[in-house]
């Protein structure tokens, strides 16, 4: 199967700070990857170069076919297949739920605003939050916030879902009703990228691991073989330490 | 009895509150009589002592009735709400002793002693105001030099506009819309061309001719309607990504803002029309508002621009992930709430923008404060300056007020705490 996500040696500068350092990466379709590291790694940098949130300077990123170049309109249709999940949740505090999942959906996809509020529903539904709907994101718990936001990335359909630290921003407590959430999606079949401390999570659901340190990819291996037998003494120290 | 006159205390409450309500009494007393009987019975201290004895005694009987938890619940309001300490306390007394002694002399001069009837400045008899001069001249005040006759075509303007605006607060959701667009691009168009005339067989009246009030309204609804999206435009500018648009924007903005408004109108009615094409002309009335217009455009932005600086990166990152482009990430995420976010500042770029518009006399335009100007120099009207700017600075109060509440109204509608 052709690979969905491709990086080619791509490097990355803030300033004078190299940020990712060569990195060369594929995702299959389908594919679930989780990726940890320290923080100051570069993991949420990488997975913010695969919907141009971030510009790399040398490399090459294809998503779908599609490379990311200056054209924008390359990128906002790549944006639209590519779905994301961010730490604060980012919701739009002056729409209410709905509106905030019926938005892009009219807006982007030109979607009739009937059908639109139909397909937001349903995906709240998918996150067991139909009940707030109407509700504004400020009188929601974290942990709803949360599910909301995956529901509005939901709701442009898309091929790819990335995760950047989903459940670092929630209580203990939280934690878990977006994980159950993410581990549905992830049975769905959905193609997930996913940053993330939660090894028990990466455990029950990720094909692949990566670990990344200082801009590297250190180490890429399929999930079992990444937690029984790690090769790199900075992996083993890093899970000696999270374990 | 053991009073201890340092620390009041609950035991002997009813004492304190004796001794602290006579005080508190004697000094109110004082100022009432010295202030409507014009006695000042203090007179044989030095004059220093004797201005500040009722502010003393008061103090010392404030100290006195100080009791926490009373019981007594009138009492207990007393004390948390001006009596909390002997600065608060002290605080409180000039304050109302200040009132109680200029508030009757404002009244007395506006109402009690003020001459309304007549319509000569030898029927102002009295020592108060003489409202006469603004009943004489109401109506240049409102409608400047234009015809008593066509008065009735500004009349039915500002008519449609207030009932417009009253739609708007009655109607549902769902008409208010068409209100608001009839109100921003019909209803312009037909006041102007009703007011000035020349169509239809109406008398062709000349901007020159227009005054008072109703040009304060017309210069300022004009002004505000325009301002508002070139502001928008000019902080998005301020902050593109492209170089021309973000050098020409903050070249525009600092030009119009390093520049008094006072100079702008002056050009605009002298060295504007050099760079218009012969032959062409524009009315002098157009060139101060589009003047005006892109003056006060200019501190829009700056003000628009603070509310876009305030929102987290995040909700352009939502937005963008979603595949949103500049414009509709701009007009549906980032505008509704950066712009919820400087309601103050716009509301005071506003009213700022209302209390410029006297300066058009500049030009030889006359609103309200400019047709005041000029009836107090009319030789039967001499000596009625005070009247007159007392009153356009009510008028204008009036507006400014309003409009300060609405804006105060629509924050808290607008607002869905985050």
Request: charged fraction near 20%.
């Amino acid at each position: 199967m052709s690979n969905i996500i491709e990086l080619k040696n791509v490097n990355k500068w803030f300033d004078k700070f190299q940020v990712l350092k060569e990195i060369n990466l594929e995702v299959k379709p389908k594919e679930k990857i989780v990726v940890c590291g320290p923080s100051g790694s570069g993991k949420s940098t990488l997975i913010r170069c695969i919907n141009r949130l971030e510009e790399h300077q040398e490399g090459s990123i294809v998503v779908d076919g599609i490379e990311i170049s200056e054209n924008t309109k390359n990128i906002e249709n790549i944006r639209a297949e590519v779905g994301m999940v961010f730490q604060q949740f980012n919701l739009f505090p002056h729409l209410s739920i709905l509106d905030n999942c019926s938005l892009a959906p009219i807006w982007v996809k030109k979607l009739p605003k009937k059908q639109a509020e139909e397909l937001a529903m349903e995906n709240l539904k998918r996150v067991q939050i139909e009940d707030q709907a109407a509700k504004f994101p400020g009188q929601l718990s974290g942990g709803q916030q949360q599910r909301a936001a995956i529901a509005r990335a939901l709701c442009m359909e898309p091929k790819i879902m990335l995760f950047d630290e989903p459940t670092s921003a929630l209580d203990p407590e939280m934690i878990k009703e977006v994980l159950d959430v993410m581990v549905d999606l992830a049975k769905g079949g959905m193609t997930m990228i996913v940053v993330t401390h939660e090894m028990g999570f990466a455990k029950e659901v990720a094909d692949n691991m990566i670990f990344m340190d200082e801009g590297r990819i250190v180490e890429r291996a399929k999930t079992n073989d990444f937690f029984e037998n790690p090769k790199s003494d900075r992996t083993k120290l890093f899970l000696s330490q999270i374990l | 009895m053991n009073l201890n006159l340092i620390k009041p205390n609950k035991e002997n409450l009813y004492t304190y509150l004796t001794i602290g309500i006579s005080l508190l009494g004697i000094g109110f007393i004082d100022i009432l009589i010295n202030t409507f009987l014009n006695l000042n019975i203090t007179g044989f201290f030095p004059s220093v002592i004797s201005y500040l004895t009722p502010l003393l005694l008061g103090a010392f009987g404030l100290h006195f009735i100080r009791i926490e938890y009373s019981g007594n619940k009138i009492l207990d309001t007393i004390n948390k709400n001006f009596n909390s300490s002997n600065f608060n306390a002290i605080l409180s007394l000039i304050v109302i002793f200040i009132l109680i002694k200029y508030v009757p002399l404002l009244l007395n001069w506006f109402f009690f002693d003020a001459n309304f009837l007549g319509s000569t400045k030898e029927d102002c008899t009295g020592e108060g105001a003489c409202w006469v001069f603004v009943r004489v001249w109401f109506n240049r005040f409102m409608y400047g030099m234009y015809p008593d006759a066509e008065q009735w075509r500004i009349n039915i303007s500002f008519l449609t506009l207030l009932s417009s605006i009253g739609l708007i607060f009655i109607l549902p959701n769902r008409f208010k819309k068409y209100i608001i667009l009839f109100l921003l691009f019909i209803f312009p168009v037909i006041a102007l061309n009703l007011i000035s005339g020349g169509i239809f067989g109406l008398e062709w009246i000349e901007t020159g001719a227009w005054g008072g009030l109703s040009l304060t309204f017309i210069v300022s609804a004009f002004a505000l309607i325009f301002c508002f999206p070139i502001g928008v435009f000019l902080a998005l500018g301020r902050r593109s990504d492209l170089p021309t648009v973000r050098y020409s924007s903050i070249g525009f903005i600092e030009l119009w803002r390093g520049v008094p408004l006072i100079t702008v109108l002056f050009m605009s009615a002298v060295m504007f029309p050099m760079f218009l094409p012969d032959g062409t002309y524009m009315d002098k009335l157009m060139r101060v508002i589009i003047a005006i217009t892109l003056f006060e455009a200019a501190y829009m932005a700056e003000v628009i621009r603070g509310g876009l600086q305030a929102l987290p990166r995040g909700q352009y990152d939502a937005a963008k992930s979603l595949g949103m482009g500049y414009w509709r990430m701009h007009f549906l995420i980032i505008m509704p709430q950066a712009l919820k976010l400087v309601i103050p500042g716009i509301a005071n770029t506003f009213l700022a923008l209302v209390k410029d518009t006297p300066l058009i006399f500049v030009v030889g335009l006359l609103e309200l404060a400019g047709m005041i100007g000029l009836a107090k120099t009319n030789p039967k009207w001499l000596g009625m300056a005070t009247e007159g700017y007392v009153f356009a600075a009510l008028v204008f109060w009036i507006i400014c007020f309003s409009m300060s509440r609405y804006s105060q109204n629509l924050e808290k509608k607008l607002s869905t705490e985050r």
